[in-house]
Structures are given as C-alpha cells and as structure tokens.
C-alpha cells in the first residue's frame, strides 16, 4: 500500500504544472520578452509571451526581476562514469578491445553520481558523457572504436530516465603523427618521425579495414536470408554508417582536422570534431562542409609557444566569423559546472553574445540530433530551464530555480551542504 501512494505522490510531482510570471524570457531562438510569462504542463512548455493566462490548478511562480534561460549543454564529460578519476574503482571508461562500437556508456551511468547535482546547480540541463577520454592520437594498442556516448538529462531515478539521447555518437580515436608523447610517470617521450608516421599508417590501415568490413557486413545484412548470423560488433556501426549517428573525433590541428574530414567523407559518415585549436586552412572547409565544432577548453596553454596568448579565447569568434557550427565543453567531471564561463571568456574576445548562447543551448542540442525535443524556450519542447537574478556568463550570478522535463528540481549538492554545515559550525 505505502508503494502505491508513493508511486501516486510521484506521478502526481512529475505531472504538476507551473506558470513562471514577471521573468524576463531568453528563447535563444526567438527576441528577448520582457516581463513574460511561461506556461509548462506535462513536462513541456505549452505557452509563453507577454500575456500567458493560468489554467486552473496551475502553481504561479512570480519571477519578478529574474531571468528564464534554456538550459546549457556540456559537450564533453564523463558524468556517471568516472567519479573520482585517480581511484580506479570509481571509474568505467577503459573497455578492453580495440574496436569495440557496442559498448554503450549510458548502460554504466550511475544516476547518484555527486557530480550531476554539482553540474546542474550551475544552470546546466543535459551533458555528453563518453565511453573513454577524448584522445588526441594515443599509443599503439588502445582502443580506436571506443563506444558510444550519450546525452544525458541532470535529473532521474535510472539510467533509462537519465537518457535524452541514448546513442549520441560513436566516439574513435583518430591516429595521428605523434612524435612527442607526454604521460605518467614517464613523462616527455621522444620517438624519430619516420617510426611515428610508421605506427600512424599501421592505424590508419586498421581503422579503414574496420569500416571496410563494417560496409561489407551492411551490404550482407540487406541481402540476407534467414541464416544470416548477426554481429554485434558490426550491428553497432550501422546507425553510423546509415547517416543516423555522427562520428566523433578530437583533432587539434590543421593535418588532423584534414585527415579527419577526409576520412569522414571517404566512409560517407557525418563527422563531428572535438578539441578543435588550430584549424588554419581547413576553418573555410569546415564552413563548406557544415562539420560542426566543439571546442576545446579557453584557459587551456597555447599549443605552442609562438601562438598568441589569446588563440583559445578568440577561437569561438573565429568560427563564428566563419560560419561554423560549434558548442563548448569543459571535457571533465569536476569543472562541468564553468561551461558557461567559458563562453564568458569568449564573448570577452570577440564572439557575440547571442552567439555565445547559441552555441551553449539549441546548436549544441542540434549537433547531437536533440534539438526537436530542448534547446530553446520554445512551445512543444522539453520545459528545461533555469531563473537567475542576471547574466549566468558573470560568475556573480546565482541560479534561483531549475526545470528539468518540467519538474522543479533541487539546486542542494555536496557543496552547498558543506557550504551550511560549516556556516552554522560553533
């Protein structure tokens, strides 16, 4: 009986709807309102402008002074994978195998993960969690085909409620020409470049030959019979090579960015590049051929010492400038919640700011195939936002409330409850 009626109680929660009035209304796809009001029932947003009526039963929110934003989007983390990063166990990013498309990072998301409640706090409403790190090159022996990574909602019971995008991408290590490699405990490690391009084509030879294979296992599959026996290693590349997912690679520089794109349009697959840094030529290219571009992290070092101390700052403008698509990401756990900063930073050096919310919101949902369902305060879509008293780029700025599918979340994490306790410390 107690399991009914909290079944009922948690029903009737996911269901209540709400009328925020008074705020001023940021749709990111759509002019500022002033004053508006915004209407979410059943999870979605069903009205909002100047003059939202109340249906009867509605709880009425009076916003007055604050800010309603779509909620942003993290690109590029590892939340509810990878808890604590030097403790091992807490950690379920390292498959065994080098091409391994079947791996699947939402099945091992851990919904109580601390860094979830941290992230959302910020004004953050879904992320990209990865099967691996993003890896620029890496040694022989790793993992090439790594797995599939998903966008996650920050709010649900299970892994299933987590998942926006079950299967966002299917993330590969590109080969690269490394070298100078640096790790732990080793360090700074050296190897002549005729053996570094050496290893770079025994990889490429061995990425290509597993999309070979995979095209060949596609062509069987259509023409079957009833014998035909499945792979699920090849089961798993076909949403890529059918269009429906994209391809996710981190590439650096010029060469990498080139090698990648023509890589992606030799298979015929969509293609999406993480880390971008020094595109040079191939910016135009990227315009031309609509590849979109997360970011790499603005305070990370100049790649190298001759470039301008301000080339990760102005990169967002510059793509902007250029036509191209992109979003940001922090590309770790513990700092998921500065990803607005980082478009702080940005606008600072150039890009504009409704750019810069673009590029954190609804360009960031179409890039992973979400944008139908959040992105934008817009009528039909996932009610995921947040109230501010300002700016949430200004690191001044507080995050009052959080909608996530239309439910009032908590904004209490780990940090706001040490935050309490050592306050009221005797």
Sequence with gaps: MKLLVFAVAALASAQESYL?????????????IAGGSLLIENGKISALGAKVQAPKGVKVINAKGLHAWP???NCATQIGLSEVSSVRETNDTNEIGEFIPQVRAIVAVNPETEHILVTRANGITAALTLPAAIAIGGAPGQSIVRGQAAMLRLDGWTWEDLALSPSAGMLVRFPTIQTVTFGFPAGRT???YAEAKRRYEVEMRKIDEFFERSRRYQQAKKAATESFLPDMQFEAMLPLLEGKLPLLIAAQRERGIRDAVDFAEKHKVKLVLFDVRKPGTQLARLAQKKIPVIVGQPTDLPLDED?????AYSLPGELHKAGVKFAFATYDNQFARNLPFEAGYAVAYGLPM???WRALTIDAAEIFGVGAITGSLEPGKSADLFLTDGDPLEVRTQVKMMFIQGRNVSLENRQTRLYQKYLARP
Aim: aromatic share 4%; net charge negative.
């Design 20 to 32: 925020i009035r008074n705020a001023t209304l940021h749709p990111v796809t759509g002019p500022e």
């Design 71 to 73: 909620g942003m989007i």
């Design 190 to 192: 050296e190897i002549p």
């Design 307 to 311: 470039d301008a101390y301000d080339a």
């Design 354 to 356: 409704d750019a810069a």
